[in-house]
């Protein structure tokens, strides 16, 4: 009997060990010889601990299971269940590219990535020279997924360009955004991908050394890419031929430190490093002066992740999907306050509120919803009249927002937006590098405004405003740059809420 | 949860240094190794340091200081970490986070009198699906509410 537990530290967060062993203690009592396999997780977290067994070939779901489902799981009569996993609304209006093995796969077994499409795009990258490669990412129209939304193919071609005889591909993994989770998802579930997206990225660019940057808050996930590159080095996918006769590629996995500002680029090389997480002034680029100043592709887990699917399926099929310039697919995550959380993956296109609304059913707590952070702590507060904005780069642009690592966060009516505000300014001077004035100093001087305004002080607002202006303009990188966005949208869309008290009886 | 180790020899001190020598950059590396050994950097461990890597003890005080997971005194035996970000926000974290800390008499970052467990902030442990969230060391616990919060302290024996 095939049962799948999922390991992911979402699943494990709420009760999965248990449920695993308790299967695994009631198959023994039945004397049933049942295979448990710890699988990521499907992405619908909301169903989680989702628990599937194999019934004459289909994958069954039982979900949220708790350890005393374990008898009726194994009798097929739980009331948990859900029926086949695949034929669920959620799973059929996907389109699974970058996730296709995320929770169907044992994310150790290489055997089992291989069945299901796994190194054939390693293998296809592999018999074409590095330029043509950079071509096709090009073609696909593949943005980086870590933020900023920048081509891969024109990052990719700068450092193929660099003279220099060692390069490095750098794995950005710090996925620091509150209500972000797709990097540790596609980690714990799928941790070959990330592995041959890089090998793809080295022989592209002629790199030999890559570093997977992984936030220290995520051990699941160091623990399943630390055995991954062991599976994959025995494999001889890394090592000292993996590219090729006596083209190495070989891949370290290093933890991060707890800093937020080391998911910017050039801080998070400073920290590979060995020193501060100070954010560096560009130029020089990374592509060129990265890593041990030597040139270097910094790309996020997702972005990297993608290649092997565009190289395995051909850059056109991915561009076939997408939305103006945003092509392909985006792992939305749909979080906080909201009935449905989880990962979805689709076509750039979709609407905010259908994303909220439709996938995710509305507030957890029944309440209507208010507002939702799109793109993490440095994103806008988007109120429901704007829920007719499609997600993709341009339209969040236009809309003043941002998507950024595509997470959604849902408050619903009883959030307070003033409050929020200042959670932002907080964080930013909580995570400020330090290297600039506006953002080191700004950021505090925010939050006391903010109070003022709570307060009542009518001069206040302005002095915010006027705040905000001096970090957009005299910040070096988005920390400093960007948190105005929360701020002053949560003022633009809730001015009841930053209005003082005498204004507020007029 | 073992303890960790009170003290490390500088024969220890010197072989995880030298562990870590060959790589690209090996001073967080070191760091982290040398708080898993012993919950925290110890004093001792600054002047090799800084003789193996040809760094001065400024240079290595602005990079412990700059991170927030390098602890210059141990820990709690446990560390419950809450998380503060925005997810856990909309589903009622803040408050929850100032019932645990009123509940112990702490503030952020404060240790518990018998040493049993630390309370840190965290900004996104990437379980905003199912927030709020908390790490008991390195376990994930989602959906947390006062009771859970209360069985996690009792668990970490406070
Ligand atoms: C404050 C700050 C934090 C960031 N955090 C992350 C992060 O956690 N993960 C990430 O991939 N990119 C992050 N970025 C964006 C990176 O600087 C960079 O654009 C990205 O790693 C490039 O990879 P991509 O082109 O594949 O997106 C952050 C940027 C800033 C300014
Ligand atoms: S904006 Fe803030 S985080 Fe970014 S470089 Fe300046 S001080 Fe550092
Ligand atoms: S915001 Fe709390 S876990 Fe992500």
Redesign the interface.
């Known amino acids: 009997m095939r049962i799948w537990v999922p390991g992911d ?2 699943a ?3 009760g999965a060990d248990e449920v695993a062993e308790a299967l695994a203690a009631e198959a023994r009592a039945r004397g049933i010889e049942a295979r448990i396999v710890r699988n990521g997780s499907r992405g619908m ?2 169903l ?1 601990p989702l628990v599937e067994v194999e019934i004459d070939g289909v994958r069954h779901g039982y979900g949220p299971a708790v350890p005393a489902d374990a008898a009726a799981i194994l009798s097929g009569d739980a009331p948990c269940a859900l029926g086949p996993v695949e034929a669920l609304g959620w799973m059929r209006r996907q389109t699974r590219l970058t996730f296709a093995r995320v929770g169907v796969i044992d994310p150790l077994s290489l055997a089992e990535y291989e069945a299901h499409g796994g190194l054939s795009g390693l293998r296809r990258a592999l018999a074409m020279d590095g330029a043509a490669v950079i071509d096709e990412v090009s073609a696909s129209g593949l943005r980086g997924r870590g933020g900023a939304g920048f081509p891969t193919g024109i990052k990719w071609k700068t450092v193929y360009d660099a003279p220099g005889a060692r390069k490095y591909i750098v794995c950005n993994a710090d ?7 797709a ?2 998802m596609l980690m714990e579930g799928d941790p070959f991908s990330l592995i041959e997206g890089m090998a793809i990225a080295a022989h592209a660019v002629g790199a030999s ?1 890559g570093y997977v940057y992984l936030r ?5 996930a160091i623990r399943v890419m630390g055995r991954a590159v062991e599976i994959a080095r025995e494999a001889g996918i890394l090592g000292a031929d993996a590219l090729g006769p006596g083209r190495g590629f070989d891949i ?1 996995i ?7 500002v080391c998911g910017e680029e050039t801080s998070l090389l400073n ?7 100070i954010v560096r002034a560009k130029p020089p680029l990374p592509a060129l002066e990265g ?2 100043g030597r040139p270097t592709v910094v790309n996020n887990v997702i972005s990297l992740a993608t290649v092997p699917v565009i190289m395995e399926k051909g850059a056109a099929h991915y561009a076939g999907f997408g939305l103006g310039r945003s092509k392909g697919t985006v792992t939305l ?6 009935k449905r ?3 979805f993956e689709t076509a750039f296109g979709m609407t905010l509120g259908e994303a909220v609304n439709d996938l995710g059913g509305g507030s ?1 707590t029944g309440r209507p919803v208010k507002a939702v ?1 799109v793109g993490g ?1 440095l994103g806008a507060y988007m109120p429901v009249s704007m829920f007719d904005t499609p997600l993709g780069y341009e339209e969040f642009d236009a809309a003043g927002g941002l998507i950024g690592h595509a ?1 959604l ?4 009516d009883t ?1 307070d937006m003033l409050g ?1 505000a200042r ?1 932002a300014m907080e ?1 930013c001077a ?2 400020s590098c330090g290297k600039c004035t506006p953002c080191r100093i700004g950021a505090v001087r925010g939050v006391e405004t903010i109070d003022r305004i709570r307060e009542g002080d009518p001069s206040a607002l302005p002095l915010l405003a006027d705040l905000c202006e001096t970090m957009k303009d005299g910040s070096l990188c988005a920390l400093g740059g960007f948190t105005p966005f929360p701020v002053m949208s949560a003022v633009r869309h809730f001015p009841d809420e930053f209005a003082t008290a005498k204004e507020a009886a007029e | 949860m073992q303890p960790p180790a009170p003290s490390l020899s500088a024969d220890e001190i010197r072989a995880i240094i030298h562990r870590h020598l060959a790589l690209e950059g090996p001073l967080l590396p070191i760091l982290h190794a040398l708080q898993e050994a012993c919950g925290h950097i110890p004093e001792a461990a600054r002047a090799p340091i800084c003789d193996a890597l040809n760094i001065t003890r400024a240079e290595l005080h602005g990079v412990i200081t700059f991170y927030h997971d390098f602890r210059e005194a141990p820990a709690g035996r446990h560390v419950l970490k809450i998380c503060r970000a925005e997810a856990c926000q909309a589903m009622g974290g803040a408050a929850l986070a100032e019932t645990a800390l009123a509940r112990l008499g702490l503030g952020w970052h404060g240790t518990t009198a018998n040493g049993a467990v630390t309370v840190e902030p965290v900004y996104c442990l990437g379980l905003c699906a199912c927030a709020p969230a908390a790490m008991l060391d390195e376990r994930p616990v989602g959906r947390v509410d006062r009771a859970r919060i209360d069985a996690l302290l009792a668990e970490a024996g406070t």
């Not at chain 1, 220290?216 to 699941?220: G, K, R, V």
């Not at chain 1, 995550?333 to 909201?338: D, M, P, S």
């Not at chain 1, 966060?409 to 619903?412: L, S, T």
């Open positions: 530290s979402a494990r967060a709420l977290i909301w989680e996925e620091g955004d509150s209500g972000t989770f990097d540790r050394k220290s808050e995520y051990p699941d370290e290093r933890k991060g430190a707890g800093a937020y920290s590979l490093e060995g020193k501060r997480g890593f041990m995550q749909i979080a906080g306050n909201v959380g989880g990962l957890a952070q702590p997470g966060v849902v408050f619903d959030a929020m959670f964080f909580i995570e």
